[in-house]
């Protein structure tokens, strides 16, 4: 398997509009995590999807942000509009699940967002 | 409060040194608890992880001690080595209700210096 894939990988866009960023996780997981990045904030779980339902998005920062997973093996999250302070390297990660033993997420290499 | 605090927030040693970096977490329901290895411009990699039966687990270089009654666990690095020189998270997770949803430290940026 390549792992989880991550699109694109560098993204910069103006303030005001639209952000899509994808995810295709390791086949056969059942578990997908969108996570943000930063410097001032470290690691953050936006959101998480089990068996493609949205489990927990409290981490989700305002309105603005929106994420989908349409089947088990894709994921978006959406940033309408962006802004400056939304800049941040966006992870997802998937797992196979809560047994013993299989629980290792796996992330991708990440989308690094700047918006202007 | 799922919180896990992660100390230092950086750390320089010489080649061969034993850096240790430390955790420490609130919630008693937490029964995971995985070290993640991040590279610049890469995502972060699982390097080693305990549980709360064992207070020790070795795997190579990479030493996690596990101090339960006191929520604490830490990482030791044995001989280490330039290519050591990464960010290092720990996290805490309780597996069999939500997976691994990783609650994450701070983050220590490791440099080891030949």
């Known amino acids: 398997d390549a792992g989880v894939i991550q699109s694109p990988r560098h993204e910069v866009t103006e303030m005001g509009q639209e952000v899509t960023l994808r995810c295709k996780p390791i086949s056969g997981h059942d578990y997908l995590f969108w996570y943000r990045q930063t410097m001032m904030r470290g690691l953050e779980l936006l959101i998480y999807f089990n068996n493609n339902v949205p489990i927990d998005d409290s981490g989700m920062p305002e309105d603005r942000f929106s994420a989908k997973m349409p089947n088990a093996s894709f994921s978006t999250l959406k940033i309408q509009p962006s802004e400056p302070r939304d800049s941040a390297v966006y992870f997802c990660a998937s797992s196979s699940g809560g047994s013993r033993g299989e629980t290792e997420a796996f992330f991708g290499q990440g989308t690094r967002l700047t918006v202007v | 409060q799922q919180q896990v605090k992660q100390s230092p927030q950086s750390l320089i040693v010489q080649k061969g040194g034993i850096p240790i970096i430390n955790c420490a977490y609130e919630?008693?329901?937490?029964?995971?608890f995985p070290w993640y290895q991040q590279f610049p411009g890469k995502g972060p990699a699982l390097l080693i992880a305990i549980r709360p039966d064992v207070s020790e687990k070795k795997e190579g270089r990479f030493t996690i001690s596990f101090n339960k009654s006191a929520k604490q666990f830490s990482l030791h690095i044995m001989d280490s080595q330039p290519g050591d020189s990464a960010t290092y998270f720990c996290a805490a997770s309780i597996e069999e209700t939500s997976g691994s949803r990783l609650t994450f430290g701070e983050g220590t940026q490791l440099t080891v210096n030949p």
């Open positions: 919630n008693t329901a937490f029964d995971y």
